[in-house]
């Protein structure tokens, strides 16, 4: 038995000797098979088939984590809704009461940044990371690092304590650094933006990943192989909660999806175990759920995930002013307090404050800082005395915005039904984006003009 083998096996043996008083018990793991791939696999390959096309090994990664010290709630089971298994998410077919265990994950079966950066960082890797400040990507530094620990886990085929897992991850991906150059002429601004920075990214990810010394020249070489490396960690890969800024990807763990209401929270012990718990009472046959990002920018959650959250309580309302100051920045110009609701149809505070804003500084200097001193000072009376004498004014404001990026976003719609969604398989997603944000528009368009 290799020796990575024999570390694992070890370490987890200790965790799941701990004793814990919650809704299930930690048990003794169950023994490692002599050859673990050898039980689980008849696979001809040494690598895994990373062909679009190529199905997930759901029920192998199951038994391996199983065997590697995976403790699951009654009624945790991985389903899907799709006949191709390309979305496979965590469900619960018992009833959860609130605050009860619902997943525990062993710290050594936990991919971690810090952890690759330790073990991969070399001086030849400080010149690369150098390499990679020089473009501006300092921040994705940790994202490189967890990449190149899932290569180096790819080249190791079955050899690879992570094999059975890193068969079982998506090969197709909907989300910005899937779709063609086509796709992006789709795409409203926000999206569009969001989206192009997603796929700069990549680039620069690519770019360093040819410099590792110690991957193969094959590896170097394989473009999609390292797309598939890197949506791994981009789609999977989450901040721990201990300020340590570590990116981890929890197997198992990975399975929960994201939801505007969650049924789950997460947390890592002291050991560095992770503990997923039920926030509230889930019945029976309910997806768990985590978040992912801020629920009020579907944009985004498209552009990284390659999902439309149809959830989401509002979007941004796509205002942007050839320049932000910083008085539009006191009065919340942010994309998540810019905001339309689909629901209600309303405008939030922070629109109607930067569209009198933007007007006074146009018609009114004074009144603008009448404006400014009063929410400085949360006189809430000024500012409203000051957005009914101006309503008139802001109100075209709104319904001029409104209608421009509808005309807008009618335009791209076309363009994409006019293409052939056999040679660009995520149109369909892109229309169904287009359309959320559309009715969103339309809801507050009908909410304060009829």
């Known amino acids: 038995m290799p020796r990575v083998y024999i570390y694992l096996i070890a370490s987890i043996v200790a965790v799941a000797s701990v004793k814990e008083v919650c ?24 690598a895994v088939n990373i062909d679009e096309s190529t199905p997930r090994e759901i029920q192998a990664m199951e038994e391996w984590a199983e065997s590697c010290g995976v403790q699951k709630a009654e009624g945790f089971q991985l389903t899907c809704d799709d006949e191709y298994g390309l979305d496979v998410y965590a469900m619960t077919t018992e009833n959860l009461p609130a605050n009860s265990n619902v997943l525990f994950v062993p710290e050594q079966m936990i991919l971690s940044s810090n952890k690759a950066i330790e073990e991969l960082r070399t001086e030849e890797m400080e010149k690369i990371e150098e390499f990679i400040f020089d473009f501006e990507a300092e921040s994705e530094l940790r994202h490189y690092y967890l990449t190149l620990k899932i290569l180096v886990e790819y080249e190791k085929g079955e050899d690879s304590p992570w094999f059975p897992w890193l068969n079982s991850m998506p090969r197709y991906y909907s989300n910005a650094a899937s779709m063609t150059p086509l796709c992006y002429q789709c795409l409203p601004s926000l999206m569009k933006k969001l989206a192009t920075e997603e796929r700069s990214i990549l680039k620069k990810n690519h770019l360093a990943i040819k410099k590792a010394p110690f991957l193969s020249e094959e590896t170097r070489g394989n473009a999609d192989l390292w797309t598939f490396a890197h949506q791994i960690v981009y789609t999977r890969a989450f901040e721990a909660d201990d300020g340590s800024g570590d990116l981890r990807i929890v197997p198992m763990g990975d399975y929960l999806n994201h939801g505007t209401k969650t049924e789950v929270e997460f947390a890592y012990d002291d050991e560095g175990n992770y503990w997923a718990r039920s926030v509230c009472d889930v019945p029976a046959g309910s997806p768990l759920r985590v978040s992912y990002a801020d629920p009020t920018n579907p944009s985004f959650l498209f552009a990284r995930y390659g999902f439309i959250d149809e959830s989401s309580p509002s979007t941004f309302c796509k205002i942007f002013p050839p320049q932000v100051n910083r008085d539009m920045l006191d ?110 528009f339309l809801s507050v368009r009908r909410k304060y003009f009829g």
Do not use: C
């Open 331 to 440: 009065l919340g110009y942010a994309q998540n307090r810019m905001l339309f609701f689909k629901e209600s149809g309303d405008a939030s505070q922070e629109v109607w404050d930067i569209l009198l804003y933007q007007l006074l500084s146009s018609k009114n200097m004074n009144d603008r800082r009448i404006l400014l001193k009063a929410h400085q000072m949360r006189d809430v009376q000024t500012k409203l005395n000051l957005h009914e004498k101006y309503y008139s004014d802001t109100s075209a404001m709104l319904k001029e915005h409104i209608d421009t990026f509808l005309g807008r976003l009618e335009r791209l719609t076309q363009k994409a039904e006019g293409m052939d969604p056999s040679e660009h398989p995520r149109l369909p997603l892109i229309l169904s984006h287009n359309e959320f944000v559309k009715q969103t």
């Open 23 to 46: 809704a299930f018990q930690l048990q003794p793991r169950r023994t490692f098979p002599t050859s673990l791939h050898s039980a689980y696999y008849s696979v001809a390959e040494t």
